[in-house]
């Protein structure tokens, strides 16, 4: 019989993960599936388990200092219906899973499975934002980049906790996000693209661009964005195709039950360029 | 690992394995048979129950989740004048034919309803997106929300 642990406070909780090899459970939505061992069957967990959904302290959304912090246990539902969290990452996790699943998943827990395929990551790798990690005696905070090691693989040692997420709070005028799946509802990605950009008259001042499930990790590159800002939009729009291409030894993606390698970088070069030529101020 | 929650309104103390499912616990401990296991992964709807008046996924809840909080199953939402009107609106349009998605679609209308009683067809669709029926083609169960929408008026 598998323990389980509910800690009232995050201390608590990492008090007990400093004592024992345990399993953190948030959500439940990706690990519960991950280890299900069919019909009627408990899952494959064997270590206790370390509940954490219910622990306040990690179910916050605040501003302060010009930075936005989420905490790890909000669920996406929350987060949905919450003031502070722009409309492009809404239009993100709206097309995530379903209402329910949505009820119960985490934003922590798509972070920390670090599935290539992890639907709010684009938006974390573009933002910049940053992820602070916890155990008992310590605490360091690392960019979202660093934290992700490689599919399905992070840098969260057995003894840590996500803690906070945090993201600079800044908006930007243009907003695209696209969602390639088999249908609308319920479905995994084939391809994810995210574009954000700032324009000050003609020119562009700020451009990011994030793709998902097209390589082993999220796609972005601030040196092709480095070389765009400060560039006028037609001046981009007109070598839309041009830029799209230098993306091309970035995108590697694989073939799989969802789609072929093909399509996905040929669909992701051409998001790419649909963004670029209709930027509008 | 001791749990403690409320079972369509009764308190319940159940001694679980933490990692197991919800949907077990309840058919095979509990006797709520209601819950049904299609998919087994959060795809198909047909385990929903109720949490705190949020529709969730009991194939892929961990039991040890459950502590401190209420549960709702069709054998306790039954005895409301929302069942009913949700009932009264899937038999006029047909919604059910296997019958074996419904629990899971009756449970996933209430918590549309809840946070939203007066949803658009499109939200409805939204609402439910959740839930896969292979018997009725979804446009009756859709309809059938919406008659329980105008002939429940004001219950929710």
Redesign the interface.
């Known amino acids: 019989m598998v323990k389980g642990y509910r800690p009232g406070t995050l201390q608590e909780a990492l008090e007990l993960l400093a004592q024992e090899t345990c399993t953190v459970m948030a959500g439940g939505t990706d690990l519960m599936v991950q280890r299900a061992r069919g019909f009627s069957l408990r899952p494959k967990l064997d270590r206790p388990l370390v509940f954490i959904e219910q622990l306040k302290e990690l179910k916050q959304i605040y501003k302060k200092d010009e930075t936005l912090h989420i905490g790890p246990c909000v669920t996406l539902t929350d987060l949905l219906g919450h003031p502070h969290i722009p409309e492009i990452f809404k239009q993100m996790i709206g097309r995530m899973a379903s209402p329910p699943t949505r009820n119960m998943a985490t934003l922590g827990g798509n972070i920390c499975n670090a599935s290539p395929a992890g639907d709010t990551l684009p938006w974390f790798y573009a933002m910049n934002a940053k992820v602070k990690l916890q155990s008992s005696a310590a605490e360091r905070t690392v960019p979202i980049d660093a934290f992700i090691s490689g599919p399905k693989k992070t840098i969260l040692g057995n003894n840590e906790i996500l803690a906070d997420i945090i993201i600079p709070d800044e908006t930007f005028e243009i907003n695209m996000y696209r969602k390639l799946g088999q249908r609308k509802g319920m479905s995994l990605t084939k391809a994810s693209f995210l574009g954000l950009a700032m324009i000050t008259g003609s020119t562009v001042t700020d451009i990011r661009i994030a793709l998902g499930s097209v390589a082993p990790r999220i796609v972005r590159s601030p040196e092709i964005e480095r070389t765009l800002k400060g560039k006028s939009i037609n001046d981009i729009r007109s070598s839309a195709g041009e830029i799209s291409q230098r993306y091309q030894p970035l995108i590697t993606p694989i073939d799989d039950a969802r789609s072929t390698a093909k399509y996905r970088k040929e669909a992701s070069l051409n998001l790419i360029r649909h963004f670029l030529e209709n930027m509008q101020p | 690992?001791i749990i403690e929650f409320n079972l369509n309104h009764e308190k319940t103390t159940i001694d679980v394995?933490?990692?197991?499912?919800v949907l077990?616990i309840l058919r095979?401990e509990l006797g709520m048979t209601s819950v049904k296991?299609g998919c087994?992964?959060?795809?198909c709807?047909a385990c929903?129950i109720l949490?705190d008046g949020?529709?969730?996924?009991s194939?892929?809840?961990?039991?040890?989740?459950l502590?401190?909080r209420s549960v709702l199953t069709l054998e306790g939402f039954k005895h409301t004048e929302r069942y009913k009107a949700i009932e009264a609106g899937f038999l006029k349009a047909g919604s059910v034919q296997c019958g074996f998605c419904t629990p899971g679609f009756v449970l996933?209308t209430e918590?549309?309803l809840n946070q939203n009683p007066r949803p658009s067809d499109e939200e409805i669709k939204?609402?439910l997106?959740?839930?896969l029926c292979r018997c009725t083609g979804y446009n009756m169960i859709i309809r059938g929300v919406r008659i329980a929408i105008e002939e429940g008026a004001g219950l929710w």
């Open positions: 690992m394995d933490a990692s197991a499912r077990d095979d296991e087994g992964e959060g795809e709807g929903i949490v949020r529709a969730m996924n194939c892929i809840l961990p039991a040890g989740a502590h401190g996933a918590s549309l939204e609402g997106s959740g839930n």
